[in-house]
């Protein structure tokens, strides 16, 4: 990620608008904001990190927004804005945001709140090559310019970019996702706050192992610990269940087991029970059989049936039926039957052999009495084996039940079958015998039908005969009804000519009236040429009175005009002459053109003036720093005095530590003598007179007074480089001033800016002149031309009376003689003549119409003459006709013959009686044939002997007693075997509910079975997935049977591991500071000793203990390590340094390799001595090879060495602060 240009306004201390060229800036690859203490430098971070995140680079967010809005801008509604270009792996992004902020209302007292906004924009791909030359040429630029407004523009542009994002937190979302870095992250390796520059080293352990959690996107880690977890429970959950699913499965799978086993010798019981009752039916049937039969079965029997076979069959169709002895048929069925019964009782099916009472036995199911699956106690494979190898045993046992049921249901149904068929027979001939008698029945009642079909056929065919006579009655009728309407019509026609020519006494008294009417009407144009003339000379009558009237007019609009003439005249003549006014003019206007000149030599002259003033006053305060700097040099001295003995007594200390802790012959680990006088000296001292005492009192008060005096030390240090800088500013501006006054005194520099402040006064007043000398001559042209507009009008108005004059003469002229009554009376007349003109052509059409109307008329008359005649004639025929057709048949008259014609209704109504009266006679006829036909079949003698039916001895009886004594003995043999066939279909359906039993119980065994074995294999395949699982989820989050000797979590290792990469990096840059004595190494917590410090070779930490990084300081040349709370200011600083930049390396590693190409570091460097400064800036200019380093400092020396600079500065103390680059 590259920085390329930042505006902001109306930020912190900055009123106005600023922007800064980033991209040029970093041409040298280091530049510095530099600037007096409260000046705003750190604020234009706290911009940067605005434009990206929406929020500040300080820790506390909310308190460091609020100040975002500028207070010079409290009274004001201009916008408080940010906008930042940057560049990230090729692609130009432009963000702009609005902070929020109170401003006042437009109308009325009080604030409003103004909303955040953000948009965030991407340079479009075509456009990204001429932005790419933008950029270039603001590198190589040699201007002093430095303004980034070009970038902004050109990202503005509409065409130039697209809009990714216009939704204020969905922007720092985006950003988030462009970059790589969220808010914390980008602080930490891109900016380095003021206040939290060495914060980092200063956290506890715990506080450190979190930071670097959130600054290396440790959460995934720990959202992989986490899921890992889940899932360990989510699948012993879903074990557990499986565990559930399959006891309960064992469960049902054994309860359908023993139902099976218990309902065998139930099944048995009933199939038993049910023979004996299918035996004891037969028997019973067969004595019903032998008690009907009596002794009217004979001989005659055989003689009986032949007889009654040949009245039934068809001539030619008898067939010879070989004689049957009755009661030999009957005890043939008879003997089958029972031998069907026995054959029942005789069919025993095979018991099956039981499975064995384990199956009762819980642990034959690998379960225990309460339903518990024995696991552990049988492992997995084991408990799958053994429940696979009951369901087959089970299974098998069902699907014999089955088998056994389903023979003994087969049986059942073909007894049905054979009731079924004895049934159906006997029905089949009732129904037949039933038939006939209805039939029979029918043809009775139809027979009673005959009288009434009869009389319809009489009725039909007189209908016939009267209906040509009633159509010659009615054609008569007509005829003499069309007579009469003709001479009805011809009387018509006579009334309405006899009522239009009757006003008119006649026909020629209508063209009489006609003719006239027609001579008044043609005088109507001569009428209107005569009015015509009247108007002509009444319009030269007004003529004359309209142009007198006019001429009158004119000659008062002439006196007018006259007098406006004079009265403009006398106007110009008091105003005065143009051309003095036009010299007046010219001379103000030079003078106006001289006042630029000479405001700028009155602004010259104010400046020397105000140059002089501030001289004297830099002077006195130039004597004053100069006092200041002297009193912090020495107190800095007196400080640095009393930490160098500070810094010997712990020198001392650790001496007499290292003499406490050697043996009698012991060599010293400083220089690895045998023999120390003084040392052994001093401990003899101490052991005489409690040295030892003050030893421990000096060793417990060295860290607070060694921190305060170091903290006071940076402070004095601090103070006297502000003063530093201070006097080498007011001695530059001092010599400024100086070089600027040379030459003149202080009373010639007055003298000079009187002079010109009476000059320009002098140019200021001669506006007003020029101004009142223009407006008089405007006036004087206004006059002119009003003076020669009233001249033009005059005569104007002169010309046009002239003219109106003549032409009143010549309106005289042509009315000479004419008189208005006369031609009033004249008018009259002529108006009354075309009055009755235009009534006489206005009745003219109508009589015209009349006249046509009544030769229309009198034509009709003479056709409806014509067709009256020809009626008469025809009415007369067909009376004669209807008179001869009522002789002939044999009518009186009409209405006789009418009476008998039938319409056609009640026609077709009796020709469909009749017809289906025919039809269905017919039809009974054929279908007493066609069933007396089927009756000889049935009754065959084959099946009259296998029906054992008792058919009528009696030889002379009429068909339909026959008929009826064999439906008698039919229906009597039909009620015992319908009673056989219901006792047999009750057997069947017993056998049809065991074999469904023994089916469902089958199927349940079976689905039991299916299902355990289904559950027990996934309870399996869940185990052996489980087990891995749970290995790796204990062993991530640091469980006690992870199998792991340190019981340590995935996160905490993945960040231990990440910062001591850190460290890594750290100590290479350390190595180029200060002959690389220092070195960071990551301690252990477990292992801190009495006097607090820490130990580098400590055991692991045990398990479950709080966990954090502490770091330790390692000091090559005395081999300790000891707490970074020991280090001074200065090593604090680039330690510190160190360590930023090494987080910042290894963070934009760890997230994908993200380039930030600019650090930014916010102060720090006021507490390096010279030498370490020089150090630190090489190794920044070493770092500086791969990026830009922006350093916010005020310390002189890096002005000197840093070229190119960002100056912040403040006219006055309370003032805006303004931003300029060098």
């Not at 003033?613 to 800095?636: G, I, V, Y």
């Not at 810094?647 to 012959?665: F, K, N, T, W, Y």
């Not at 056609?904 to 044939?929: C, F, I, N, P, T």
């Not at 699982?1029 to 204990?1034: D, G, I, K, P, S």
Request: glycine fraction near 6%; aromatic fraction near 4%.
């Amino acid at each position: 990620m590259k920085l390329i240009g930042l505006c902001f306004e109306g930020i912190g201390p900055y009123a106005s608008a600023f922007s800064l060229d980033l991209a040029r800036l970093s041409r040298n690859h280091m530049f510095l904001i530099e600037g007096c203490t409260g000046s705003g430098k750190s604020m234009i971070l706290d911009a940067l990190v605005f434009a990206l995140y929406g929020d500040v680079s300080s820790l506390n967010g909310g308190e460091e927004k609020a100040r975002l809005r500028s207070r010079f801008l409290d009274h004001s509604r201009r916008e408080t804005s940010v906008k930042l270009v940057f560049e990230n792996n090729g692609d130009y992004y432009y963000v702009h945001r609005t902070p929020k902020y109170m401003v006042p209302k437009q109308s009325g007292t009080g604030a409003t709140e103004h909303k955040p906004s953000g948009t965030l924009l991407k340079v479009a791909p075509h456009m990204r090559d001429a932005f790419e030359s933008l950029v270039d040429r603001h590198m190589v630029a040699d201007t002093d310019e430095h303004s980034a407004d070009e970038y902004f523009e050109f990202c503005e542009h509409a065409d130039n970019a697209e809009p990714l994002c216009v939704q204020v937190g969905a922007v720092g979302t985006m950003i988030e996702q462009i970059v790589g870095l969220n808010r914390q992250q980008f602080c930490q390796t891109v900016i380095l706050p003021q206040g939290q520059f060495s914060r980092f080293l200063r956290l506890k352990p715990e506080e450190r192992s979190s930071m670097v959690k959130d600054l290396f996107a440790a959460a995934d880690y720990e959202r992989i610990q986490h899921e890992l977890r889940d899932m360990r429970l989510e699948r012993g959950a879903q074990v557990a269940t499986r565990r559930t699913r399959l006891e309960s499965a064992i469960a049902t799978a054994r309860d359908a087991a023993l139902r099976c086993l218990n309902s065998t010798d139930a099944d048995l019981d009933a199939e038993a029970g049910a023979m004996d009752c299918a035996a004891a039916v037969v028997e019973a049937q067969a004595q019903s059989e032998a008690a009907a039969r009596d002794a009217e079965r004979d001989a005659l029997a055989r003689e009986c049936v032949d007889n009654l076979l040949d009245s039934l069959l068809p001539a030619g169709d008898s067939t010879q039926v070989a004689p049957t002895d009755c009661d030999e048929f009957a005890a043939d069925h008879g003997h089958s039957a029972q031998d069907a019964a026995a054959d029942v009782i005789e069919s025993p099916y095979e018991q099956s052999t039981p499975i064995g009472d384990n199956l009762a036995d819980e642990r034959a199911w690998c379960v225990d009495v309460d339903g518990a699956l024995l696991e552990p106690a049988m492992d997995v494979a084991a408990i799958e084996h053994q429940l696979t190898h009951v369901a087959e045993q089970v299974n098998a046992h069902a699907e014999e039940q089955h088998d056994r049921t389903s023979g003994q249901l087969h049986e059942r149904e073909t007894q049905v079958a054979q009731a079924q068929h004895v049934h159906d027979q006997l029905q089949q001939i009732t129904s037949v015998l039933q038939d006939i008698a209805q039939t029979v029945n029918e043809q009775h009642e139809l027979a009673a039908q005959s009288p009434r079909m009869d009389q319809l056929r009489a009725w039909i065919e007189r209908s016939n005969q009267a209906k040509p006579v009633s159509i010659l009655h009615y054609q008569a009728i007509e005829a003499a009804r069309l007579q009469h309407e003709s001479g009805e019509e011809l009387q018509a026609v006579d009334q309405q000519i006899a009522t239009l020519t009757e006003p008119y006494g006649g026909i020629d008294g209508l063209h009489a009236a006609h003719d006239e009417l027609n001579r008044i009407a043609q005088r109507e144009p001569a009428i209107v040429a005569g009015l015509e003339l009247v108007v002509e000379k009444e319009r030269k009558l007004a003529a004359v009175a309209q142009t007198k009237a006019r001429t009158e007019q004119l000659a008062a609009d002439l006196q007018a005009a006259e007098d406006h003439y004079r009265s403009c005249v006398d106007d110009e003549q008091r105003i005065g002459a143009l051309g003095n006014q036009v010299e007046r003019i010219e001379h103000y206007e030079q003078l106006l053109e001289a006042r630029g000149t000479r405001e700028r030599e009155l602004q010259d002259a104010q400046t020397l003036v105000s140059d002089w003033d501030e001289t004297d006053r830099m002077r006195e305060a130039l004597l004053d720093a100069q006092a200041r700097l002297h009193d912090a040099q020495s107190r800095r001295a007196q400080v640095r005095g009393r930490l160098d003995a500070a810094l010997q007594d712990r020198l001392v200390v650790g001496l007499v530590q290292i003499a406490d802790q050697l043996e009698p012959g012991q060599p010293c680990p400083v220089c690895g003598s045998l023999e120390h006088p003084k040392l052994a000296q001093m401990r003899e001292a101490s052991t005489a007179g409690g040295a030892t005492e003050h030893v421990t009192n000096a060793e417990i008060n060295y860290r607070e007074e060694l921190e305060r005096l170091r903290a006071e030390h940076d402070e004095a240090l601090a103070g006297e480089s502000a003063q530093q800088i201070q006097v080498t500013r007011m001695q530059t501006r001092l010599d400024e001033l100086t070089a600027a006054i040379a030459g003149r005194s202080r009373e010639q520099a007055i003298q000079w800016r009187d002079e010109a402040q009476r000059a320009v006064n002098e140019s200021n007043e001669a506006r007003a002149h020029l101004a009142q000398a223009r407006q008089i001559a405007k006036q004087i042209v206004e006059v002119r031309e009003q003076v020669q507009h009233a001249k033009e009008k005059a005569e104007t108005t002169a010309a046009m009376l002239d003219t109106e004059h003549q032409h009143y003469q010549a309106a005289q002229q042509a009315a000479q003689g004419l008189e208005p009554e006369a031609l009033q009376a004249e008018r009259s007349r002529l108006e009354q003549e075309r009055h009755d003109a235009l009534q006489a052509a206005g009745q003219l059409p109508g009589l015209q119409n009349t006249i046509e109307r009544v030769s229309a008329l009198h034509k009709e008359r003479t056709l409806l003459a014509t067709k009256l005649a020809e009626r008469t004639a025809v009415s007369e025929h067909a009376n004669a006709e209807f008179l001869r057709a009522c002789k002939e048949a044999g009518f009186a008259d009409g209405t006789s013959a009418a009476a008998a014609v039938l319409s056609d209704v009640d026609l077709d109504h009796y020709a469909g009686q009749l017809k289906e009266y025919d039809e269905r006679r017919a039809a009974l006829a054929s279908q007493a044939h066609q069933l007396r036909t089927q009756l000889a079949i049935l009754l065959s003698p084959e099946s009259v002997s296998s029906l054992r039916l008792a058919l009528p001895t009696a030889l002379y009886i009429s068909d339909e007693a026959r008929e009826t004594a064999i439906l008698a003995a039919a229906s009597a043999s039909l009620q015992r075997a319908t009673a056989t066939l219901h006792e047999a279909q009750a057997s069947r359906d017993a056998a049809i509910r065991d074999q469904q039993s023994a089916m469902e119980c089958w199927e349940q065994c079976a689905n039991a079975n299916r299902t355990m074995l289904a559950e027990a294999s996934q309870w399996a395949q869940a185990m052996h997935a489980y087990e891995p699982l749970r290995r790796m989820a204990e062993l991530v989050t640091g469980g006690r049977d992870s199998g792991a000797e340190r019981k340590t979590t995935l996160i905490t290792y993945a960040v231990t591991e990440r910062f001591r990469d850190v460290l890594a990096r750290a100590n290479d840059l350390l190595r180029d500071i200060r002959d690389g004595y220092y070195e960071l190494r990551l301690g252990d917590q477990d292992n801190e000793s009495a006097d607090g410090t820490m130990s580098v070779n400590a055991p692991r930490m045990r398990a479950n203990h709080k966990t954090g990084l502490p770091i330790l300081i390692y000091d090559r040349r005395c081999d300790t390590c000891a707490d970074p709370d020991t280090l001074s200011g200065g090593e604090r600083f680039f330690v510190s340094l160190a360590l930023a930049l090494a987080l910042a390396d290894i963070i934009e590693g760890e997230n994908g390799g993200v380039r930030m190409e600019t650090l930014f570091i916010d102060e720090g460097f006021g507490s390096l001595s010279a030498d370490v400064l020089d150090e630190v800036m090489d190794v920044l200019e070493e770092v500086g090879r791969s990026r830009t380093i922006g350093i916010i400092s005020h310390v002189g020396s890096l002005v000197e060495r840093i070229g190119d600079c960002i100056m912040v500065s403040r006219e006055r103390e309370d003032g805006p602060s303004t931003i300029s680059v060098r």
